[in-house]
């Protein structure tokens, strides 16, 4: 079974800096977009930052400048690096990629969330 792991978040300061980790584990025929969601309280879920399997990027607004998001192909991981936090940038942060599981299926997967929390 195909499953996303993710790793880093916590209690950060505005202004502060973190990273996020995610990887995919299983077996898996191949990683298309990866990229990492969010929803603070009270919101829906929204894009943060994605990242083809070639590279191309996007970023939302609300974090262009501040975030860098990157992905090793090797170890089907992808880090988003973000910079001069904010207290909005305050969410569960979930990683998200389309993978394909089987050699004609691909899936789109979620991680259980890791929190950030910006707060002085």
């Known amino acids: 079974q195909v499953q996303l792991v993710e790793s880093g978040g916590g209690l950060v300061q505005p202004g502060g800096s973190l990273t996020l980790s995610c990887a995919a584990s299983g077996i898996i025929f191949k990683v298309n977009v990866m990229g990492w969601y969010r929803q603070a309280p009270g919101k829906q879920r929204e894009l943060v930052a994605r990242i083809t399997s070639c590279g191309t990027t996007y970023y939302a607004d609300s974090v262009k400048g501040r975030c860098n998001i990157s992905r090793d192909n090797a170890k089907n991981a992808v880090t988003l690096q973000m910079n001069t936090l904010r207290h909005e940038d305050t969410a569960v942060y979930y990683c998200?990629?389309?993978?394909?599981?089987?050699?004609?299926?691909?899936?789109?997967?979620w991680g259980k969330g890791t929190l950030v929390t910006v707060s002085s």
């Open positions: 998200n990629s389309n993978i394909r599981t089987e050699p004609t299926l691909d899936t789109e997967l």
